[in-house]
Each structure stands twice: as structure tokens, then as C-alpha cells.
């Protein structure tokens, strides 16, 4: 049986204030649950309709009925889990980092979290103002990805002072990626959805980038952050 | 004054079934409905809050109110309007055709179509099982660029029969594609979301080409339909 309290406690963890003052995060789904349980993430409490056979004093036996109260889905999907929100590592600037400068959309965080795990980037930096990446909708949308990519949020504007170039930014009106020569332990920032990238941040880009148009009418507006942060970080990994 | 007979039209067309009845699809948003306006698509009518000064047969105002009834979307846009569905023109098999077995998600049939438009390319033929274009969450997704994109909805078996290769599938263990000579007259065919290319159509296959991994973990799955297709495409047409 849940409690009032749990009840309580886990929707709270819809809002990121209560995440923060709590420590934890809500994971939805056996397979990703699965998959964070064999991370160095740490478990809290595990609210499941059939059991994983992990430690008991963790995991809660619970009814369709119960799961569909503190569930953050519409079709909740068998087990909930309510882990502790793991700390930041120190940021490796030796290698090719990505950095987000207001990304406001959960699915394109998470689907640009996992092209960071996908291409070997260990290490995304967010400014204050990017969307929490233990927002429940984030976390849907990176499949797991999450236990391995070390996601810092920091005042864009200071580390990009404090860090060596290149700083390959990423523009509407910026030089063709195609024909640009990438040295991948720079970092490449790419901007919010409906603004792009902010003055304050564009003043320190060293290599404005572009990814051209093919299309005849020339018509397309840009493309979706996360569809051209998988364009640019293919270009930066294939050699 | 909306009548009961076209709020019940309106509202049916969230439905393919009714869509194909009447020949209608339904376009939210100022921005999207004025970039359909200059486009070949006919209009049926105009829902709106605030004249678009358009054909005063075709345009009814309505009270935000009477939007929130008629809306798909939780946040109402100030407009609503019936386009005619277009005829499918011809397929042009002279060029690179981008093909889709059997993507369900409307968020990634909505970017593969917005890709094509960016990429120049004309012709997307779908599967009879892929999710319909004229759903309103795909035309939400593509942001007007539907109207520049011939999609076709096809049995896909039989056009890969009786089209020429090279016939490229995007599969997790065919060859890596940075390493590949891409012939951009070819067919580049994605895909289902948790099943990727089915057999039968992988019996068309001449060229099994892939992404390559770089995390060191390689516990990535796959990458997102879309974003892959991102990804092929900026290798077909960056030469």
C-alpha cells in the first residue's frame, strides 16, 4: 500500500523545485528502470506491479491502481522508480563537449542526450536557463542515456570565457560545415529553439557553423536543434 | 457562430478514417496556416480569432472560446483551418527518394518530412502501415513543409520491385556509411521505430549501410528514426 506521503513526494517530483530540494528523480518503464539500476545511479525506492527481485527494503509491491496515482504518463508502464539525482562530475574540457545555450524543449534535450552518448561526448554543458534534464519527459526521451553522459548546468557565458577555442557555434548564417576543417576537443554550442544562439554566448564563438540548404525554394526555415546537433556531431566524428 | 455540423466535421478530422472521407485536414497556428495559404493547397475554410483578410466565404471568426472547442491542441493558436488533401503527384525515381517502412511516430514522420524539405528532397513514399501525413501531430511537426514534399503512400514491396538500386536501408549492422559511396539517385529506406526494416523489404536491400557508435560503453540502442535520417541525408548531400 502507498502511503499519503510517498504519494505525495513522488508527484511532487514533476516540478524541478522539488527535485532539487529532495535529491530525486523519477524514472518511468522496466527497460530504462532496468537499465539505471546497473548504473552507478542510486536507487531510492522502486514502486513496481511485478517484483525485480532487488533489495526488499526498496521495492514496493504495488497495484495498476496505485502505479496510475504516481504515475507521470498517461499509460503508466508497469514500474516507477524514484532514484537519487546523481552528482556533477568536474567538466573534461580536453575533449570535443557539447554546450546548450537555452534549450528549452525536453524531447529535443533528451534526444541530444543521447547523441552525446552516442558519439562519445562525455560531457554536455547546459547554461541555467536549458530545461532540467531530470524533467520526467527528458528522462523518457534519453532511454537510459543519461547514467552516461556527465551533464553540467553552469553560467554559459563564464566557462566559455574560461575555456581554450576552438567554440564552434552553431548558425543560420555561418560557414558551410561541409568545408570547414573540425577539431573535435573544441566545443560546439548550439542555441534555443525560436532564438538561437544569445548575444552575451555569441560574442565568444570562435567558428560560426552552418549546415546549408539543398532544398530548391528555400523555403525551410532551420532545422530542429537536436536533428542538426546530430548532423553537426556526425561531421565532428567521422573523420 | 460555429454550427454543430462543422464542429462535428472539424473534430472528425482527427481521425484518418474521416480525413479520407471528406478530403480535409486541419492546420493549427498563424505562422503554418499563412505558409499553406501561399502554398498550391486549397483552403475549405478559416477558423479564426482575428481576420486574416482573406476570401470572406472561406474565413469565419470565432471566439477564442469556440477555438478551444474545435482545437486538437491544449493551447488553442488563434487560428484553425480545413485544407483540401493534395493529390499525390507522380513519384521521380531520377532522384534520391527517401523511403519509410513503417515509422509510427508522428513527431518523427513530421522531422523526416521537414529533413527532405531542408535536404531537397522531392519524393518521400511511405508504407501503407506508416502513420498519415495529414494527422494533425505531423503537420504540427512539419511547420509548412509538407506542402514541399511529395509523400506517397505506397505498398512499398512492390515499388522497391519495380524501382533501380542502388537501394540503400539504414540497419545497426551494415557498413559504415562514412566509408560508403553514397549515389544520390538512389532510395535511402528507414525503418520502424522498434523493428527497423522489415523482412520483406530487407530482401530489396542493396546496400545495408549503418552509423557508426563511438561512446566507449557501446550500450547506446539505436538512434531515433529521425535523427538517423538526419544524419544519412547530410551524408548524401554533402558529396
Known amino acids: 500500500m502507498l502511503s499519503k506521503s510517498q504519494i505525495k513526494l513522488i508527484t511532487s517530483l514533476k516540478q524541478k ?74 567538466i ?23 547523441l552525446c552518448d552516442w558519439f562519445g561526448v562525455t560531457d554536455l554543458v547546459c547554461s541555467k536557463e536549458t530545461v532540467d534534464c531530470f524533467n520526467p519527459k527528458v528522462i523518457q526521451a534519453t532511454m537510459g542515456s543519461i547514467t552516461r553522459v556527465n551533464i553540467s548546468y553552469v553560467d554559459l557565458v563564464s566557462f566559455l570565457k574560461t575555456t581554450k577555442p576552438p567554440k564552434y557555434g552553431a548558425f543560420m548564417n555561418g560557414d558551410n560545415v561541409y568545408k570547414t576543417t573540425l577539431v573535435d576537443n573544441g566545443i560546439l554550442v548550439m542555441g534555443n529553439e525560436a532564438n538561437g544562439i544569445s548575444k552575451a554566448v555569441e560574442d565568444l564563438i570562435t567558428d560560426k557553423i552552418s549546415i546549408p540548404r539543398f532544398g530548391e525554394l528555400q523555403e525551410t526555415e532551420s532545422l530542429n536543434v537536436a536533428t542538426a546537433t546530430a548532423i553537426l556531431l556526425s561531421e565532428f566524428r567521422r573523420g
Chains 1, 2 share one sequence.
Do not use: C, M, W
Not at 523545485?17 to 532496468?34: L, N, S
Open 17 to 90: 523545485k522539488y527535485r532539487q530540494q529532495h535529491g530525486f528523480f523519477v524514472v518511468e518503464g522496466v527497460k530504462t528502470i532496468k537499465e539505471l539500476l546497473q548504473s552507478s545511479v542510486k536507487l531510492y525506492a522502486l514502486y513496481t506491479t511485478e517484483t525485480f527481485n532487488i533489495d526488499a527494503k526498496r521495492e514496493f509491491l504495488i497495484s495498476e491502481a496505485e502505479l496510475k496515482k504516481i504515475s507521470f504518463l498517461k499509460t503508466p508502464n508497469k514500474a516507477l522508480a524514484v532514484f537519487n539525482i546523481p552528482k556533477e562530475h568536474p
Open 92 to 114: 573534461d574540457t580536453s575533449k570535443l563537449i557539447v554546450a546548450l545555450d537555452s534549450v528549452r524543449d525536453p524531447g529535443n534535450l533528451g534526444t541530444i542526450i543521447r
